[in-house]
């Protein structure tokens, strides 16, 4: 199962007590349907439980008769066939079988708890989510284009940010970030979905919090291993042209011993040289065998040409 259809399913099992919630639910199941006029009303869906809901919602509120067939593929196809019946559900929620562009009746959203119920039907009719773990993103088709302004306002009074678009001329409502999310399905009820996307968003942020770490030790570790193969060439070179031994005896000590250690970092050669140095100290007496290691070449290279 999606986890979209996770959410559907927990919204779908929900109870309504007020019956002020319950037609403003199902005005949003109904509303944000496939069809929701006067000469058809249909809902196709694959969730079941959401199917079920439509069906005993549309017959408890309305007080018709839905009829709910299903495909071999297991899709659900809900409708009202009475034409005597598709008007009285218009009727239901204050609109008539003359309109030519539906709206949002607000008379049917009582309170917020209404609003939240509404938004809830919207989501079981014309909803999706993309996996958590891939991408934040939740998104509402709207099955009318002129009924997305009237849906954002209602987010927006629900204090949920959403954008809108249009994709191959039908109107998109969607919301990305974890933050988003969360509020529109606490709002609308679905609690488990909630704590379940806060969980992949915990997980998600430790992963990228040790990779952060792992790439930040990765690469001081080739730092670490760049610098030691310098310095190894600058004393196998100070060796060669007998420079080595002539070198002061601070100097020649941390030089014997990044070539016996070149795998120590700068601070534990420190603590391997009498009297103990600290890491900057290491690094400055290193400093200048490179250096003067840079000078040599130089000169040699000019003794050969």
């Not at 309504?16 to 199902?26: I, N, P, Q, Y």
């Not at 399905?185 to 996307?197: H, V, W």
């Not at 610098?227 to 042209?241: G, N, R, V, Y």
């Not at 603590?271 to 290193?286: D, E, F, I, Y």
Request: aromatic letters at 6%; glycine letters at 4%; proline letters at 3%.
């Amino acid at each position: 199962m999606s986890f979209s259809s996770s959410v559907k399913t927990e919204l779908a099992d929900l109870g309504v007590e007020r019956d002020c919630c319950l037609k403003a639910e199902t005005y949003g199941l109904l509303l944000f349907s496939r069809s929701f006029t006067a000469s058809e009303m249909l809902l196709q869906t694959e969730n079941r439980a959401v199917a079920q809901r439509w069906y005993h919602f549309v017959k408890k509120v309305c007080a018709v008769k839905p009829v709910l067939q299903e495909s071999k593929a297991g899709v659900c196809h809900l409708s009202i066939p009475s034409p005597s019946d598709r008007i009285k559900v218009l009727e239901t929620f204050g609109h008539s079988a003359q309109e030519t562009s539906l709206h949002v009746n607000r008379a049917n959203l009582e309170d917020e708890c209404c609003m939240q119920a509404f938004v809830r039907g919207a989501f079981l009719s014309c909803a999706s989510m993309t996996d958590p773990n891939k991408e934040y993103h939740l998104e509402f088709l709207m099955p009318r284009r002129r009924l997305s302004g009237d849906f954002v306002s209602i987010l927006n009074e629900l204090q949920i940010p959403s954008s809108q678009t249009l994709r191959k001329g039908v109107g998109v409502i969607y919301l990305k970030g974890s933050e988003h999310i969360e509020d529109l399905l606490t709002n609308i009820g679905a609690m488990s979905s909630t704590l379940q996307l806060m969980n992949v968003k915990i997980y998600k942020d430790m992963r990228n919090v040790i990779n952060r770490r792992a790439n930040c030790e990765t690469a001081n570790i080739t730092r670490t291993v760049e610098a030691a193969l310098t310095q190894a060439e600058d004393i196998a070179f100070l060796s060669e042209i007998g420079e080595f031994e002539k070198l002061p005896a601070r100097l020649r000590e941390v030089a014997i011993l990044r070539r016996d250690n070149p795998e120590l970092s700068l601070s534990e050669l420190g603590k391997l040289a009498t009297p103990q140095l600290s890491r900057s100290g290491v690094n400055h007496r290193l400093t200048k065998l490179s250096e003067l290691a840079a000078e040599l070449r130089k000169k040699h290279s000019k003794t050969k040409g």
